[in-house]
């Protein structure tokens, strides 16, 4: 993985918690990823939590509460120091549990759900935070191997169709449904897999951002797998 993954600009590779968050993004370099073989049973864990909605948030007190053996056991120290030390940061880790997102299927030209390709917005500095313990992990993509959805004629078009405002009020239109956002991939892009257990930073779009925001979506599920996903 390390070695993949040290070839391709886009991607930086630290080996601690602290060097994830003191390293920069820079130049085409927009995603970090702290590299690491994790041990423990992260299957035990989620075939002992209990699956309440689609996406079911689990609390620490959740994890806390199972009877694991010694290898779930280790499993779950891992995610409770990876919590710890990303609310120590600052951020508001999430553990989830997931059987599946909500598919966008309003309209047949154009999805923005997480499956598409898209980017992460924010009005406040901040980054991305994601590790898949347990299922299908999601992937990135090189900038320069996407291409905006709504610069495409044919899906510009008709949105400008579906559209019945102000011509000056288009560009919002677009922003406030979330249409400039998501991305189609090239027909000769090469997606970057994140991977089980590595911890990833990802850039997001902001108002102090230096690099491009890291384009990514969640995978398609491994059918009658649940995910187990950290991300803030």
């Not at 699956?51 to 694991?68: A, H």
Request: charged share 25%; proline share 4%.
């Amino acid at each position: 993985m390390e070695n993949l993954l040290s070839e391709n600009i886009q991607v930086g590779i630290v080996s601690s918690f602290s060097e994830l968050m003191q390293t920069g993004f820079h130049g085409d370099m927009n995603a970090i990823c702290w590299s690491r073989q994790l041990v423990g049973d992260f299957q035990e864990i989620v075939n002992k939590l209990d699956l309440k909605e689609d996406i079911t948030e689990i609390s620490e007190e959740d994890l806390l509460e199972l009877q694991l053996s010694a290898d779930g056991n280790l499993a779950r120290e891992i995610i409770l120091r990876d919590i710890q030390q990303l609310t120590d940061f600052g951020a508001s880790p999430s553990l989830n549990l997931l059987k599946c997102y909500e598919r966008d299927e309003e309209l047949d030209f154009i999805s923005t759900d997480v499956y598409s390709y898209h980017i992460d917005r924010s009005p406040i500095e901040t980054d991305t935070f994601l590790c898949t313990y347990y299922g299908a992990a999601s992937d990135i993509l090189p900038n320069s191997q996407a291409q905006q959805k709504i610069s495409i004629s044919e899906i510009r078009n008709k949105l400008k169709a579906l559209y019945d405002g102000p011509e000056a009020e288009f560009e919002n239109f677009l922003e406030e449904n979330f249409f400039d956002l998501h991305y189609q991939p090239k027909s000769d892009a090469k997606p970057i897999n994140l991977g089980l257990g590595h911890l990833w930073r990802l850039a997001v779009d902001h108002p102090k951002q230096r690099v491009l925001p890291c384009i990514h979506r969640a995978p398609v599920e491994n059918e009658g797998e649940y995910r187990l996903l950290l991300i803030c």
